[in-house]
């Protein structure tokens, strides 16, 4: 490894000196030879005298062959394309051609609009080498194999014609496949995707190929490692999933509570008693492998740890349960939807506390209000607090810029004796003006302003048990942060852009980000090192929320597209859509993790199924021309022998030009008239609560 870390600083000084000596046509020649190395340093096979009219000759030959091709293979040939639309510019670039890149690169762009929008955007102002090293999506892609996933007659038919034309270009063209490709072949009848009935029905609407397991980083979509130090690619450090153990005397102290309960109330005929559900509980935590409470400490427990654990049981045995699917139909939930009029488009932020007595908004005029969520009047918990203003809200000023994300601190729900208006005692906000504030909800007062983020600060998140929570901002880091330490306690470093959306793993071992750079990572607390990256989402990641069992993680983005993630294997198993663009702006787990919630600015709230085999997710889409959707049956959905179909999303699908597809694992949509939504969150009783704004 150090001996290449050598070469390249020789190479780099030998540059320099030849720039500095006025020889640019040597300089010119040496950087050629130096950036024309495949990913690992081996030098690209030579392209012959004069390369430049074959990228265009090979591409554009290639275009014709694949749009003639048999309507079978079509699809999956399609999506070559793409990056050998890439490599070609950037190869032409970076050998000095930049008229001809430019050339290119305006002809074909328009071919790839829709699914790489971003990409070609990031792409189009490459001219010069310098700016190829410079560019963070070019870096991605010469740093990393792209991954193409074939059937095996569409790969050695494809292999067979480029091998009859090398002269005019078939030879470049099978270079770049070697050196900055991986392509996979799988047979027909291993993946249910290259079944005929799936492919004639891609065909004919026009679509290419589901680029789930596609593309970039190469060999393992989702390895932390990838583009660090390629030798690691494809191995992936274990994670330790399971849930943080209890205390010792935090787990006595709740069991005798609980022994006090079921000797006050005895459960009904067929109800677990308090103490069995706890065991349970506690049982299925300990099958998969755990962080221990010296890995991350939190201060002892206190009594209202012990009311917190205590209610959480209740909850757990009294929940609504949501099995899994009846008669192949998806189970039903339903919403309480908290709309605000009047705020103007003034509110950027929304939370509910988990005792569901209060809401939380954060306004664009930099202060934050709270109002109780039945409209009556927040009692003081002192006699001495200001209480002026109305008696059902509370106004927090302290930020001097827009509030971004406002977080109540875990709580539990109130119980009947209770003396408190709200158990909610603490909530965060993050601003533009760089800084992080606590509030009491007891004082109503600003207790500590966290500084740290040198811009605004996009998003925060509490842990699970309060105590820690995370930030990520406009300076490209997260930080994790202790309430009672002025100072952050650690800060991850490695997105190439904003860090927009933070959330902790359920047992507080990990902390997820995800960037404008389109990736999400997952960070180890104890190290600080990522251990996960994910990349799939086309476009700005809006929302992210890691299951409950700590198993699978849900990201959401600005295309309408929901992406759940295997943690374990750091796979994407499925794609979800049904939303309209413009971001999907909350999303939140069941107790039970198999149904998802989310809400955006298309003003839907949509629950989803996320136990539906992933297969389906390719197949349910809708053509029309815009106010006619039309149902498309696609073959049959893996796992079921119903037929997997869709339907235009409600209140979006008619606007003409394009409908907005809904996969089958959609199990319902609760459209509002005129109102985004902000925040959607199941409640630990497995019931949904949503707010937003009513905008007209």
């Not at 109800?271 to 400490?297: G, S």
């Not at 009491?440 to 998003?459: F, N």
Request: some cysteine.
């Amino acid at each position: 490894m150090s001996n290449h870390v050598n070469t390249a600083d020789v190479l780099n000084k030998v540059i320099d000196y030849l720039a500095k000596k006025g020889y640019s046509r040597t300089e010119a020649m040496l950087r050629m030879e130096s950036a024309n190395q495949e990913i690992d340093g081996r030098p690209l096979p030579p392209l012959g005298e004069d390369a430049r009219p074959k990228y265009r000759m090979g591409f554009d030959l290639l275009k014709v062959w694949v749009e003639d091709n048999l309507d079978l293979y079509k699809p999956e040939l399609r999506r070559i394309l793409w990056p050998l639309f890439v490599y070609s510019f950037l190869n032409m670039v970076t050998s000095f051609y930049p008229q001809d890149a430019k050339q290119f690169f305006e002809i074909n762009k328009n071919l790839f609009l829709p699914e790489h929008t971003e990409d070609v955007r990031a792409l189009e102002p490459i001219s010069l080498p310098e700016h190829v090293q410079d560019n963070s999506v070019a870096k991605l892609y010469r740093t990393n194999k792209y991954r193409l996933v074939l059937s095996n007659p569409a790969f050695s038919n494809l292999m067979q014609f480029l091998e009859n034309k090398q002269k005019e270009g078939g030879s470049v063209m099978s270079a770049i496949l070697s050196s900055f490709c991986t392509v996979i072949t799988k047979e027909r009848a291993a993946d249910g995707r290259f079944s005929f009935a799936a492919m004639l029905g891609q065909a004919s609407g026009g679509q290419t190929f589901p680029a789930e397991d596609e593309g970039i980083p190469g060999h393992h979509p989702g390895s932390a490692y990838t583009g660090d130090n390629p030798a690691m690619a494809g191995t992936l450090p274990r994670l330790r999933l399971g849930k943080l153990p209890m205390e010792d005397t935090l787990e006595s102290d709740v069991r005798g509570e609980l022994a006090d309960e079921d000797a006050k109330n005895t459960p009904t005929a067929g109800q677990n008693t308090l103490v069995q559900e706890f065991d349970q509980m506690i049982k299925k935590e300990e099958d998969d492998e755990a962080p221990t409470r010296t890995d991350i400490p939190y201060p002892p427990s206190t009594a209202r740890d012990v009311a917190i654990e205590v209610q959480k049981v209740k909850e757990n045995r009294d929940r609504f349960r949501i099995e899994g699917r009846t008669g192949g139909v998806g189970p039903a939930v339903s919403v309480c939807m908290f709309t605000f009029h009047n705020t103007y488009d003034g509110i950027n932020c929304l939370d509910f506390s988990d005792d569901n007595m209060l809401v939380a908004a954060g306004m664009q005029e930099s202060y934050i209000r709270v109002w109780s969520l039945d409209g009556k009047r927040i009692p003081n918990t002192y006699d001495n607090v200001d209480d002026s203003g109305p008696s059902n809200s509370r106004r927090l000023i302290g930020h001097s810029g827009p509030i971004y994300a406002v977080a109540f601190a875990p709580s539990i729900t109130r119980t009947e004796n209770a003396v408190a208006p709200t158990n909610a005692r603490w909530l965060l906000s993050s601003s533009a003006d760089k800084t992080i504030r606590l509030w009491s909800l007891d004082l109503w007062q600003c207790m500590v302003v966290y500084k740290g983020h040198d811009q605004p600060v996009w998003d925060l998140q509490w842990g699970p048990y309060g105590h820690y929570f995370a930030s990520g901002g406009h300076d490209k880091t997260a930080r994790l942060w202790v309430t009672d330490h002025i100072r952050q306690q650690r800060i991850f470093v490695g997105h190439d852009q904003d860090v927009d959306c933070v959330c902790f793993h359920p047992n507080s071992a990990y902390i997820f980000t995800a960037s404008s750079d389109h990736t999400v990572r997952m960070w180890a607390v104890t190290t600080g090192n990522a251990v996960r990256m994910f990349t799939g989402h086309t476009g700005n990641i809006t929302a992210l929320a890691c299951s409950r069992d700590g198993k699978l993680l849900a990201s959401a983005d600005d295309h309408g597209s929901i992406l759940l993630w295997d943690l374990a294997k750091g796979r994407l198993t499925k794609r979800m859509r049904g939303h309209g663009k413009g971001g999907i702006w909350s999303i939140s787990w069941s107790v039970e993790s198999t149904v998802l919630v989310s809400g955006g600015a298309d003003g839907t709230v949509r629950v989803w199924d996320v136990t539906r085999p992933s297969q389906d997710s390719s197949q349910g889409r809708v053509v029309g021309d815009g106010a006619a959707g039309t149902k498309v049956d696609a073959g049959t959905s893996a796992g079921s022998g119903t037929q997997a179909s869709s339907s235009v999303a409600p209140g979006i699908g008619k606007k003409k030009g394009k409908d907005v597809v809904v996969s089958p694992d959609q199990i319902s949509a609760f459209p509002t008239k005129k109102s985004p939504v902000y925040k959607v969150k199941f409640t630990n009783m497995n019931l949904i609560i949503a707010g937003g704004a009513y905008l007209p």
